[in-house]
Structure formats: C-alpha cells, structure tokens
C-alpha cells in the first residue's frame, strides 16, 4: 500500500513570505495529487489537483509533481493568516474511483500577521 | 458546488453501544466514502460504495458496517463501539473519475 510522508511537520511563516509544504510517498502507482486544507474543527477545502509531471497554479496555491521523484509540493505565494490550516496531500490512481485516496499526515502552517 | 451534508456533527457514544452515522449528498455522485481522522493524522478510509445497495471495503474495515440504502445516503455504523473508535469522521462523494467533496465532520467520542 501507498505510504506517503510530509513534511515538515510544522511551518511558521510570515505574512507576505513563501510558504512551501513537501510530500514524498512510496511507490509510482499512483497519478492523481491533490493537495487539502483544514481549517481546525471544520472540513476539507481542495486546492490543487495535479495528474501529470510539472506545474499546476490555481490563484496563490501552486503544485509541482515530479513522479520519478516520487515527489509533490505545494507553494503557497503572499499567505495570510486565513491561512493557518493543516495542509494534506492526498494521493490516487487514475480511474473511477479517484475518492479513493491515500493522505499524508498533514502539516500545520502558522502565519503570522 | 457539492454538498455533502454528515449529521449528527458530535456524538458521545458508550462502550459496546450501537453508533451510526449519516451523511447526505444532493449531487448525483455515484461514489461514496467514509474516512476516519485521529489527532495529527490524516485521513484513512474504511468503507466506500459505487452503488445503491452496495459497499466495499477500504483500508481499515474492521469494526465497521456500512449502507448505502439510496444514491443519496450512506451510514458507516459501529455496531460495538470502542474506545479506539474516537476520531473524527468524514463523509466524501464524486462523481467517476471526477472531483472529491467532503462533509464537514462528524466528531464522535466513546466514553
């Protein structure tokens, strides 16, 4: 099975400053990346979903996927404190079940006004 | 956007009761899926249907029951609960191959 690991654990950052959230995991089964907030108490809010090899923006959130490195990232640009959340990273294979999804542990991120 | 509706949002529960847990999508999805979450981790999934009337098995089953009695609705149902069994559950729809929403949570406690 699918073990996925991200780090750090946890970030503090600046208000304005990049912040940038790494996942690795085990094996190449998977193609299908996607990366969550959590604010506390409350539900999961997609950010990216990411299927190939690069880059993929979606407003101040950016994912980079590197399969042979078995490697995803996230890049938050300018994050405010609204951001504060734990962030995962949630991974699956290509088909019908895509809800079927393998998560990281999470990383807390602290921004400071 | 997809609404994925879990009641009850918190529930106390005593050891050996019977718990069941409810979750409502108004989207037409046909997938289904209930994860658990324990503090500083991330989510695993115990059972998911494709189907009315239909449920599989996921990562961590044992314990667990669940029904899909309509396209709408699932319940994950713990018929001994267990102190172990404390966690935050969440209720996930997609379409196939399409998108993943999730509930809000369901914080259950056994005492």
């Known amino acids: 099975q699918q073990k996925v690991q991200q780090s750090p654990e946890s970030l503090t950052v600046s208000e304005g400053a990049m912040a940038s959230l790494n996942c690795t995991f085990s094996?190449?089964?998977?193609?299908?990346f996607r990366w969550y907030r959590q604010h506390s108490g409350k539900g999961l809010e997609v950010l990216v979903s990411?299927?190939?090899?690069g880059e993929k923006e979606e407003g101040r959130f950016t994912a980079h996927l590197n399969r042979a490195s078995l490697h995803v990232s996230l890049h938050i640009r300018e994050p405010q404190p609204s951001d504060s959340a734990v962030y995962l990273c949630a991974m699956s294979i290509t088909g019908a079940n895509t809800g079927k999804l393998t998560f990281g542990h999470g990383t807390i991120l602290r921004v400071h006004p | 956007e997809a609404a994925v509706t879990q009641s009850p949002r918190s529930k106390v529960a005593v050891t050996g009761g019977k718990v069941t847990l409810s979750c409502h999508q108004t989207n037409n999805h046909d997938y289904m899926y209930w994860y658990r979450q324990d503090t500083g981790h991330g989510l695993r999934l115990i059972h998911y249907s494709y189907v009315a009337d239909s449920t599989e098995k996921g990562d961590i089953p044992d314990g667990y029951k669940a029904s899909r009695p309509s396209q709408e609705n699932f319940s994950l149902i713990l018929e001994l609960a267990s102190l172990s069994q404390t966690a935050v559950y969440f209720c996930?729809?997609?379409?196939?191959?399409?998108?993943?929403?999730f509930g809000k949570g369901t914080r259950l406690t056994v005492v």
């Open positions: 094996d190449g089964t998977s193609d299908n």
């Open positions: 990411i299927f190939s090899d």
């Open positions: 996930a729809s997609s379409y196939r191959g399409g998108e993943v929403f």
